[in-house]
Nanobody
Framework: QEHLVESGGGLVQAGGSLRLSCAAS????????????MAWFRQAPGKERELVAT????????YYVASVKGRFTISRDNAKTTVYLQMNSLKPEDTAVYYC????????WGQGTQVTVSS
């Protein structure tokens, strides 16, 4: 089964930037990875997991939730079976655990990576 490992989170001041990475292996790697629509999700304390951004086989087809549009950029490197999320102009309300997965989600969720934005 596919295995996803998120990294790149941390503590940053409001207005700062972070770059998250999601490394895929197993079923989400090899020759089939490029055919998967991938996505970033996030979950804040006491809230449900929400979809943040999606990307098709390349940067030509992307989607962003309204609250991050213009600040976040999702990208992928199919040769490296990796998905990225560049986060700029971070706000305290972006604080959450960030996860990656296929969209619609499939298989088990990884541990995620914590993003904390201080004001």
């Amino acid at each position: 089964q596919e295995h996803l490992v998120e990294s790149g989170g941390g503590l940053v001041q409001a207005g700062g930037s972070l770059r998250l990475s999601c490394a895929a292996s197993g079923a989400a790697s090899g020759r089939t990875f490029s055919t998967y629509t991938m996505a970033w999700f996030r979950q804040a304390p006491g809230k449900e997991r929400e979809l943040v951004a999606t990307i098709g086989w390349s940067d030509i087809n992307t989607y962003y939730v309204a609250s991050v549009k213009g600040r976040f950029t999702i990208s992928r490197d199919n040769a490296k079976t990796t998905v990225y999320l560049q986060m700029n102009s971070l706000k305290p309300e972006d604080t959450a655990v960030y996860y990656c997965n296929r969209n619609p989600p499939s298989g088990s969720w990884g541990q995620g990576t914590q993003v904390t934005v201080s004001s």
